[in-house]
């Protein structure tokens, strides 16, 4: 018996203030930038021609402004509604929220017992490096990797099971690190797990209880206007 699997298309949000000013965006909600509006719609031009069959988005507006407009440029607006769902937010950062990344690293840094940021990132997985933001955040709202992880799972459990062997092709726009992450999990010989670029495409087929990946982290499809 053959199954028609499901195949998802994962975008990150295009940039926003926050990203360009290099502060900490996790909840917090931030405009696109021009530049940011920019890629998304050449990422959009690039998928054209992919026909979506449902969107899915995080319920951040970053997300769901990226969504709209690569439907505009799909030329699929009129025909989709776009679904949020809270559990593909960003990770928490708590107090750290807004915070200069380099900053908010470093305090991460000397919580765990590294001279720099450069030599915690060289020394540390990210789950370790997530628990220890919880730790380090005075008010300890920050998400370890565990709450994250599970929220995001329960997210990706619901599509799954909702798509599964439909043969449908799927639009989920989220963010950075939730996406690496996804990723990361579905793929177990995944191995440029490098930070993706706003607007980035990675698709991933899942097939017979496996999931292939198609495409990491790619910003070659990008397409000017004519």
Known sequence: MTTKGVTIYFVRHGETYLNHYGRMQGWSNAPLTDNGIEDVRRCGRGLSDVKFDAVYTSDLTRTQDTAS?????NKQTDKMDMVQMPEFREVFFGSYEGMPGSEAWGKVAEHMGY????????NTEIPDRMNAFREADPYHDAENFMMFWDRVE??????????RDTGETLLLVAHGGTIRYILQNLIPDLTDTKALLNASVSVAAYHGGKYHLDRYNDVSHFRDEE
């Open 115 to 122: 001279d720099t940021s450069r030599d915690m990132f060289l």
């Open 69 to 73: 407009i690569i439907l505009e440029e």
């Open 154 to 163: 329960k997210g990706l459990i619901k599509l799954i099971d909702k798509h």
